[in-house]
């Protein structure tokens, strides 16, 4: 079945760059989705790419799609504090039984020191 | 009313118990979902329901047991579940299946 896989942890300077990067098994994945979760909190949705562009920017967030290598990535620029969270990849099922199934990596912890 | 609400926030249940989990969204959206997250871990499907139908359930015990009332609510009817069971409940919709998910912001469940 489809796999995701994300390093576990990030560690980053507050006004710095953070880049969360995902790797997935599934190639007609339709849409790729960056969630973030707070500490006993739901998953909230920050940006989604579908799987013919190779990049979508949205104010302080950039994914990059790299559709050969299977590569996500997300770019969150001038971290700061509050975006201390776990970041989740997931990848869409394009159908079938997939229909409706999202695939999710670990997740990325990623911690931002003032 | 852009949000998916869940009730309760937390619960705590014995094994002998019966209770429900509760899911609601007004925005229209057609399928709904229901994750299962332990801590530190990714949210696993249990239950999708699309236009008011089971379509996917992904082998779930049947102490679980969903039900989709109408388009907007959603319920986790929960009976003689085990401590292992205790975990983050996530309730999700979408516009359809093949849409972006909308989650909840969970129900903690504790089974002593």
């Known amino acids: 079945g489809e796999d995701v896989e994300q390093s576990l942890f990030l560690s980053v300077r507050e006004g710095d760059s953070s880049v969360i990067n995902c790797t997935y098994t599934?190639?007609?994945?339709?849409?790729l989705y960056w969630y973030k979760q707070e500490p006993g909190a739901g998953l909230q949705l920050l940006t989604y790419i579908f799987s013919n562009m190779d990049m979508k920017q949205d104010q302080r967030l950039t994914v990059l799609l790299n559709k050969k290598d299977k590569h996500l990535s997300l770019r969150i620029a001038d971290t700061q504090t509050g975006d201390s969270a776990i970041y989740f990849c997931?990848?869409?099922?394009?159908?079938?039984?997939?229909?409706?199934?999202?695939?999710f990596g670990q997740g990325t912890i990623l911690t931002v020191h003032p | 009313d852009t949000e998916v609400t869940q009730t309760p926030k937390h619960l705590v249940m014995g094994m002998t118990n019966k209770k429900s989990l509760k899911c609601e969204q007004h925005m229209g959206h057609r399928a709904m979902y229901w994750y299962k997250q332990k801590a530190k871990k990714p949210p696993e499907l249990m239950f999708v329901y699309s236009y008011e139908k089971l379509s996917i359930n992904e082998s779930v015990p049947s102490r679980f047991s969903p039900e989709c009332p109408n388009s907007s609510l959603l319920n986790l009817h929960l009976h003689a579940l085990q401590p292992e069971d205790s975990a983050l409940y996530l309730c999700?919709?979408?516009?359809?299946?093949?849409?972006?998910?909308?989650f909840g912001p969970g129900t903690r469940l504790t089974v002593l």
């Open positions: 599934d190639s007609s994945s339709t849409y």
């Open positions: 997931a990848s869409a099922g394009a159908g079938g039984t997939s229909y409706g199934k999202l695939t």
């Open positions: 999700a919709s979408s516009q359809d299946p093949a849409s972006e998910q909308f």
